[in-house]
């Protein structure tokens, strides 16, 4: 079984940073492509950024610029610097893994989130 487990959420002010950790753990094989998704309060889950293996990434229009997606092949994690944060980056903040494990195929699983509060 794989756990995503995220880390480094909390209260900012606008204008304000910060950094987000994902850690796969279990029998991993390979970790495919990695992301980050948000989901504000009243709206639908939507993709923030994402990572390939080979490292090519990928952003929503509204955080270019001033997020950073990046990964650490080598401790299986994930993370996401957040800059010039904004009230409307407050969310809770999901980690996703394309995941192949020994004894399964790979498939997606999911942090249980770690809530990001951008006060103004």
């Known amino acids: 079984q794989v756990q995503l487990v995220e880390s480094g959420g909390g209260l900012v002010q606008a204008g304000g940073s910060l950094r987000l950790s994902c850690a796969a753990e279990?029998?991993?094989?390979?970790?495919?492509?990695m992301a980050w998704h948000r989901q504000a309060p009243g709206k639908q889950r939507e993709l923030v950024a994402d990572?390939?293996?080979?490292?090519?990434?990928n952003y929503t229009d509204s955080v270019k610029g001033r997020f950073t997606i990046s990964r650490d092949i080598t401790r299986n994690m994930v993370y996401l610097q957040m800059d010039s944060l904004k009230p409307e980056d407050t969310a809770v903040y999901y980690c996703?893994?394309?995941?192949?494990?020994?004894?399964?195929?790979?498939?997606?699983?999911w942090g249980k989130g770690t809530l990001v509060t951008v006060s103004s």
């Open positions: 996703n893994a394309n995941v192949k494990t020994l004894y399964i195929p790979p498939r997606d699983y």
């Open positions: 279990g029998i991993i094989a390979r970790i495919n492509a």
């Open positions: 990572i390939t293996s080979g490292g090519v990434t």
